[in-house]
């Protein structure tokens, strides 16, 4: 009998995308979705394949690969692929094809209580996108106690290594949104809260 050789697995896996290209049209087109998730997001994942192999971070869950390179200051290139495959595969999730509207239930009570209003966690969530220096994200949180708060992370940064809880986000890197808006940042974070947000994801979230 002989023996098959199997290359071995990598620890992490490019999640499917949870809609097809042309979803999320005519906000964000195929072609930046192509770009995106399968050049971009691609590349964090492969990369940081590369990186943890043969290391301890191998064998954790990519969360844990993320807070725990947070706290290494050697591990800062694990960090940033690992952080930026967590977030994007947390964004695609943020987003849905009939997206928009607003949250029910608890999150709904929770941003009236947190921010005054769906229009105030509006603004406090465009303000942090749009006054977001450089490359990051843009998030709506729940922190201690499940108190909610919208604010934006450099490059690879994310909630998760400051434990902070996820409840929706949006990508601000400018290979995001340059081949639909190019430098008209703030039409793509108006047209996303109007049409992409996927509020079913952020109540699932808050819990
Ligand atoms: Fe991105």
Redo the contacts with the bound molecule.
């Keep these: 009998m002989s023996e098959t050789l199997t290359e071995a697995k990598p620890a992490f896996v490019l999640a499917k995308l949870p809609y097809g290209e042309h979803a999320l049209e005519p906000v964000i087109s195929a072609r930046t979705l192509s770009f995106?998730y399968g050049k971009?997001?691609a590349a964090y994942v492969k990369t940081l394949n590369q990186l943890v192999a043969g290391t301890a971070f191998e064998s954790m869950e990519l969360e844990e690969v993320v807070r725990r390179a947070a706290k290494e200051a050697k591990a800062g290139k694990i960090f940033n692929n690992a952080g930026q495959a967590w977030n994007?595969a947390f964004y695609w999730q943020s987003m849905a094809a009939r997206g928009g509207g607003g949250p029910e239930g608890k999150l709904k009570e929770a941003i009236e209580r947190d921010f005054g209003g769906l229009d105030a966690f509006r603004d406090a969530f465009a303000k942090a996108a749009l006054g977001h220096f450089g490359s990051g994200w843009a998030w709506l949180a729940a922190g201690k106690g499940g108190r909610l708060s919208a604010f934006s992370t450099a490059d690879a940064d994310t909630p998760i290594a400051h434990g902070a809880r996820p409840l929706l986000t949006l990508?601000v890197?400018e290979?995001?949104y340059y081949l639909d808006y190019q430098n008209r940042r703030a039409d793509y974070v108006a047209a996303w809260l109007d049409k992409l947000v996927n509020w079913r994801f952020a109540e699932a979230n808050y819990g």
């Design positions: 995106h971009h997001h994007h990508d890197w290979h995001a």
